[in-house]
C-alpha cells in the first residue's frame, strides 16, 4: 500500500468536503511531506499522537482554506510512484509563486519544496505535486 498516495488522497477528499481536519496512520515520511506543506501554506497544522489503547502513532492534519471557504490544497497526486520513479537534477525543477504550488522533492539532504531544493543545488525523487 503507498501511504502517501493514500494520505494525499484523503487530504484531498477532507478539504473538497470541508472537513475541518483528517487523521491518518502515521509515517516518518508523510510528516516531513507535511512539514513541506505546512511551510507552503497549504495546512495549518500536521500533529503526531498516540491514543491510549492503541500502540500506533496517527497523524492529525487541520486543513485550510482561503477567505471565501475554497480548499487552498485543489490537487495533489503523486508524480514518483512505486513503480515508476521520477528524478530530477536541480537544473529541471519547477520553481513556484508561493501559495500557487509545490512540488515534493527527496534530497540526499532531507524532503523539501522544489523552491528550496532548487536554492541549494539538490536534485532528487519528485514524490508529488500540490496545487
Given at each position: 500500500?503507498?501511504?502517501?498516495?493514500?494520505?494525499?488522497?484523503?487530504?484531498?477528499?477532507?478539504?473538497?468536503?470541508?472537513?475541518?481536519?483528517?487523521?491518518?496512520?502515521?509515517?516518518?515520511?508523510?510528516?516531513?511531506?507535511?512539514?513541506?506543506?505546512?511551510?507552503?501554506?497549504?495546512?495549518?497544522?500536521?500533529?503526531?499522537?498516540?491514543?491510549?489503547?492503541?500502540?500506533?502513532?496517527?497523524?492529525?492534519?487541520?486543513?485550510?482554506?482561503?477567505?471565501?471557504?475554497?480548499?487552498?490544497?485543489?490537487?495533489?497526486?503523486?508524480?514518483?510512484?512505486?513503480?515508476?520513479?521520477i528524478f530530477k537534477?536541480?537544473?529541471?525543477?519547477?520553481?513556484?509563486?508561493?501559495?500557487?504550488?509545490?512540488?515534493?522533492?527527496s534530497t540526499p539532504?532531507?524532503?523539501?519544496?522544489?523552491n528550496e531544493a532548487?536554492?541549494?543545488?539538490?536534485?532528487?525523487?519528485?514524490?508529488?505535486?500540490?496545487?
Amino acid at each position: 500500500m503507498d501511504t502517501i498516495s493514500n494520505m494525499l488522497s484523503s487530504i484531498k477528499n477532507a478539504s473538497a468536503v470541508g472537513k475541518e481536519f483528517v487523521e491518518l496512520p502515521y509515517t516518518k515520511v508523510n510528516e516531513a511531506i507535511l512539514e513541506v506543506l505546512k511551510k507552503a501554506d497549504f495546512v495549518a497544522e500536521a500533529k503526531v499522537f498516540k491514543e491510549k489503547e492503541s500502540s500506533h502513532k496517527s497523524l492529525h492534519i487541520d486543513l485550510l482554506y482561503d477567505d471565501l471557504g475554497a480548499p487552498k490544497i485543489r490537487k495533489a497526486g503523486r508524480i514518483s510512484k512505486p513503480g515508476r520513479r521520477i528524478f530530477k537534477g536541480y537544473t529541471e525543477l519547477k520553481r513556484f509563486v508561493p501559495g500557487t504550488g509545490v512540488w515534493v522533492v527527496s534530497t540526499p539532504r532531507g524532503i523539501l519544496s522544489s523552491n528550496e531544493a532548487k536554492s541549494k543545488k539538490l536534485g532528487g525523487e519528485i514524490i508529488c505535486e500540490v496545487m
